[in-house]
T-cell receptor, first 111, second 119 residues
Framework: DAKTTQPNSMESNEEEPVHLPCNHSTISGTDYIHWYRQLPSQGPEYVIHGLTSNVNNRMASLAIAEDRKSSTLILHRATLRDAAVYYCILQRLYNFNKFYFGSGTKLNVKP | GAVVSQHPSRVICKSGTSVKIECRSLDFQATTMFWYRQFPKQSLMLMATSNEGSKATYEQGVEKDKFLINHASLTLSTLTVTSAHPEDSSFYIC???????????????FGPGTRLTVL
């Protein structure tokens, strides 16, 4: 399994930026970094993914360290709807693109 | 992305019966789907990879005779929990492997999940 390490929980204020960290020191050169989030009793929702360069989409930004051993998911303005468990996952292309989920970070957003 | 549905959303059955869960890819023809299970307050655990037209590949520790997977078409994979017992009660989630929003690799799009309760 490709292991990732995330803080168990984080808290943010509404309308402020949130930086969710993820360590993946055993990442290999072809591993993609994926982020998902999950609300209770729902399937995970795709957020963003990248390989080496920073990535932006309508939901978030992904900042990848130069050595790729860590990454940060950035929510630019947190809303109450962003409260969820966020998972950082390494996709190993040589292992049939399987995802192995870690324990994730539970984000609480305060109004 | 791909839109994925699951049916039923929740099911309650008696111990010893079999339950079938359907996973449909509504707008993408998927050669590969995945099945996960999630216990309360835990993370998702990969159970198996479902390959269209061939046998599923199971993760270590997952009983293939108990969790039967059939991927007969590019839009449908089914998971059958045979002779279900209370310890099989869980949240079962499927995903579809499809191209991501950015180029480079496919990603996974998940269904809404099926809550199975075995009495």
């Amino acid at each position: 399994d490709a292991k990732t390490t995330q803080p168990n929980s984080m808290e943010s204020n509404e309308e402020e930026p949130v930086h969710l960290p993820c360590n993946h020191s055993t990442i290999s050169g072809t591993d993609y970094i994926h982020w998902y989030r999950q609300l209770p009793s729902q399937g995970p929702e795709y957020v963003i993914h990248g390989l080496t360069s920073n990535v932006n989409n309508r939901m978030a930004s992904l900042a990848i360290a130069e050595d790729r051993k860590s990454s940060t998911l950035i929510l630019h303005r947190a809303t109450l709807r962003d409260a969820a468990v966020y998972y950082c996952i390494l996709q190993r292309l040589y292992n049939f693109n399987k995802f192995y989920f870690g324990s994730g970070t539970k984000l609480n957003v305060k109004p | 992305g791909a839109v994925v549905s699951q049916h039923p959303s929740r099911v309650i059955c008696k111990s010893g019966t079999s339950v079938k869960i359907e996973c449909r890819s509504l707008d993408f023809q998927a050669t590969t789907m995945f099945w996960y299970r999630q216990f309360p307050k835990q993370s998702l655990m990969l159970m198996a990879t479902s390959n269209e037209g061939s046998k599923a590949t199971y993760e270590q520790g997952v009983e293939k005779d108990k969790f039967l997977i059939n991927h007969a078409s590019l839009t449908l994979s089914t998971l059958t929990v045979t002779s279900a017992h209370p310890e099989d009660s869980s949240f079962y989630i499927c995903s579809v492997e499809a191209p991501g929003e950015t180029s480079g690799t496919d990603t996974q799009y998940f269904g809404p999940g099926t809550r199975l309760t075995v009495l």
